[in-house]
């Protein structure tokens, strides 16, 4: 019912995205969509790339005087860097003698991509595996947060640890114990982590995490890290357990393992569910203002692949950049040795700027079962539509049961 489709290339001229199937009449503007993009670029430890670009976004289609219109929405990013990569990238048949890439990296897509597309450079891979293409989809998926903000649902996000260095109090435990503020929400929890250049929520944990980055640097190399990513404000009910596409941490885990070098995801209280005892990590069900809830929410807010109410909750694993500043083996694809691997511009560790991803994909994840459920042509309809489910819902259970 929604979807976006995203294109170009790290160093191409622009980066696009065209949203589709959002109603009318939700306030968006550029301002918001640029907020998220700036959060994507920043944190210790990015790259020369940064220094170059500065995301703004236009508005392309589908938004007339601040509202959208229903139809498909355009989005456009400017490549700065472009402008130094004119004839390298050059749509055009090539009418100069280039030296293609054949020297890959372990760990990216370099061998992969020259395999499955017939590439006889490596360039090739290079320009559409990259990072750079999760701009667009900030872009894109930021138009999901927007909308959900309507339904008081709020996404957020922290880094958990980067390098190995985690904190003495970890944030994600409260989470999953439930201990929470009742006035507790994941935009106020990403508001705190915004003010760490790392996107801790501790100053002692940043200043260990920051000592560790300039020890990678001084080294050559790069460090990956977890994070967790937080959605509050939820109804109960958005998913199903009738088929297994339906079911809410499907989309979920979906939305987060396609994001760049994200190499493992959980939900809730995940794989250390498994070594415990079924009384230790199931949550008890108890009355509270005359609704259903739970005690705990190690199940991280699903339960049967549908939304319980409470806060969602998704850890996931970034691997470390797998560009290094001190290459490691591999061989020229051109002669078959052995040779150093080649060097590509890069961040030392892109963990806070995973996270922020992070936040849109599981937006996105969302809004679609959202619209699933709720879904209409136009915002009145669908806040109509979501006003008769919350007066109907859970704290109405025990009437079946009369």
Same mark, same amino acid.
């Given at each position: 019912?929604?979807?976006?489709?995203?294109? !170009?290339? @790290?160093?191409?001229?622009?980066?696009?995205?065209?949203?589709?199937?959002?109603?009318?009449?939700?306030?968006?503007?550029?301002?918001?969509?640029?907020?998220?993009?700036?959060? %994507? *670029?920043?944190?210790?430890?990015?790259?020369? &790339?940064?220094?170059?670009? /500065?995301?703004?976004?236009?508005?392309?289609?589908?938004?007339?005087?601040?509202?959208?219109?229903?139809?498909?929405?355009?989005?456009?990013?400017?490549?700065?860097?472009?402008?130094?990569?004119?004839?390298?990238?050059?749509?055009?048949?090539?009418? +100069?003698? @280039?030296?293609?890439?054949?020297?890959?990296?372990?760990?990216?897509?370099?061998?992969?991509?020259?395999?499955? +597309?017939?590439?006889?450079? $490596? &360039?090739? /891979?290079?320009? &559409?595996?990259?990072?750079?293409?999760?701009?667009?989809?900030?872009?894109?998926? /930021?138009?999901?947060?927007?909308?959900?903000?309507?339904?008081?649902?709020?996404? !957020?996000?922290?880094?958990?640890?980067?390098?190995?260095?985690?904190?003495?109090?970890?944030?994600?435990?409260?989470?999953?114990?439930?201990?929470?503020?009742?006035?507790?929400?994941?935009?106020?929890? =990403?508001?705190?982590?915004?003010? @760490?250049?790392?996107?801790?929520?501790?100053?002692?944990?940043?200043?260990?995490?920051?000592?560790?980055? *300039?020890?990678?640097?001084?080294?050559?190399?790069?460090?990956? !890290?977890?994070?967790?990513?937080?959605?509050?404000?939820?109804?109960?009910?958005?998913?199903?357990?009738?088929?297994?596409?339906?079911?809410?941490?499907?989309?979920?885990?979906?939305?987060?393992?396609?994001?760049?070098?994200?190499?493992?995801?959980?939900?809730?209280?995940?794989?250390?569910?498994?070594?415990?005892?079924?009384?230790?990590?199931?949550?008890?069900?108890?009355?509270?203002?005359?609704?259903?809830?739970?005690?705990?929410? +190690?199940?991280?807010?699903?339960?049967?692949?549908?939304?319980?109410?409470?806060?969602?909750?998704?850890?996931?694993?970034?691997?470390?950049?797998?560009?290094?500043?001190?290459?490691?083996?591999? $061989?020229?694809?051109?002669?078959?040795?052995?040779?150093?691997?080649? %060097?590509?511009? @890069?961040?030392?560790?892109?963990?806070?700027?995973?996270?922020?991803?992070?936040?849109?994909?599981?937006?996105? =994840?969302?809004?679609?079962?959202?619209?699933?459920?709720?879904?209409?042509?136009?915002?009145?309809?669908?806040? %109509?539509? +979501? =006003?008769?489910?919350?007066?109907?819902? /859970?704290?109405?259970?025990?009437?079946?049961?009369?």
């Amino acid at each position: 019912m929604i979807r976006f489709l995203t294109a !170009g290339e @790290s160093h191409g001229k622009k980066l696009t995205t065209i949203v589709e199937g959002f109603p009318s009449n939700l306030k968006l503007n550029a301002e918001f969509i640029n907020q998220e993009l700036k959060r %994507r *670029q920043s944190g210790y430890g990015r790259g020369g &790339r940064m220094k170059i670009e /500065s995301d703004e976004v236009q508005i392309l289609s589908g938004v007339r005087y601040g509202k959208t219109l229903g139809s498909p929405i355009t989005l456009q990013i400017n490549n700065n860097d472009w402008s130094n990569w004119t004839e390298i990238m050059s749509s055009e048949e090539k009418k +100069y003698k @280039s030296q293609p890439v054949t020297v890959p990296r372990p760990g990216h897509a370099d061998v992969v991509g020259v395999t499955k +597309y017939d590439y006889d450079d $490596i &360039r090739n /891979s290079i320009e &559409r595996s990259s990072a750079r293409e999760t701009a667009a989809r900030v872009a894109a998926t /930021s138009v999901a947060k927007r909308f959900l903000e309507e339904f008081g649902i709020t996404v !957020g996000s922290f880094v958990e640890s980067i390098g190995g260095i985690y904190p003495e109090k970890n944030f994600l435990d409260k989470l999953l114990q439930n201990k929470l503020r009742k006035d507790f929400s994941a935009e106020t929890l =990403a508001a705190k982590a915004d003010k @760490s250049s790392v996107r801790v929520l501790e100053k002692e944990h940043e200043k260990k995490i920051i000592r560790k980055i *300039q020890n990678a640097k001084s080294r050559g190399d790069t460090l990956g !890290g977890t994070f967790v990513v937080a959605a509050t404000g939820m109804p109960v009910g958005l998913g199903s357990f009738v088929h297994y596409d339906r079911k809410l941490n499907v989309g979920i885990a979906s939305a987060i393992s396609s994001i760049n070098a994200v190499k493992g995801v959980e939900i809730g209280a995940g794989f250390k569910t498994s070594d415990a005892f079924g009384s230790e990590v199931h949550d008890v069900i108890v009355v509270k203002e005359g609704g259903i809830t739970r005690k705990t929410n +190690y199940a991280g807010g699903i339960e049967g692949g549908v939304s319980t109410g409470l806060p969602i909750i998704v850890r996931a694993a970034m691997k470390p950049i797998a560009t290094l500043m001190t290459p490691i083996e591999t $061989i020229d694809l051109k002669t078959g040795r052995k040779i150093k691997a080649r %060097r590509e511009r @890069s961040d030392f560790t892109a963990v806070p700027a995973c996270a922020v991803i992070a936040e849109g994909m599981l937006a996105w =994840a969302i809004a679609e079962l959202f619209f699933e459920k709720f879904g209409g042509d136009s915002m009145k309809e669908i806040k %109509r539509n +979501y =006003a008769a489910w919350i007066k109907s819902g /859970s704290k109405n259970v025990f009437n079946n049961f009369k």
